[in-house]
């Protein structure tokens, strides 16, 4: 298992973090996200995920990896 830390801006609400951490939990091999309202996050997941791939699952949405 990996586990990545990243921190994510635009968040405004518990509804934001709830999105967040749905999109981040269906890139393919992330086993889970625990997202916070100040956007600390750790990913747990199969394999490394490039942060490249975090941000292209981001990108439909306004949070953006900082």
């Known amino acids: 298992m990996f586990n990545?830390?990243?921190n994510l801006s635009g968040f405004k609400c518990?509804?934001?973090?709830?999105?967040a951490k749905s999109v981040i939990e269906?890139?393919?091999g992330v086993k889970?996200?625990?997202?916070?309202?100040?956007?600390?996050t750790?990913?747990?997941?199969?394999?490394?995920i490039p942060i490249e791939?975090?941000?292209?699952?981001l990108s439909n949405t306004?949070?953006?990896v900082i």
């Not at 518990?14 to 999105?19: D, I, M």
């Not at 889970?32 to 600390?40: C, F, Q």
């Not at 791939?53 to 699952?57: D, G, H, P, R, T």
């Open 42 to 48: 750790l990913i747990t997941s199969e394999r490394n």
């Open 53 to 57: 791939e975090i941000k292209n699952a």
């Open 14 to 19: 518990n509804a934001c973090v709830k999105l």
């Open 32 to 40: 889970s996200a625990e997202v916070d309202i100040s956007g600390n």
């Open 4 to 6: 990545m830390k990243i």
């Open 26 to 28: 269906k890139i393919n």
């Open 62 to 64: 306004d949070f953006r």
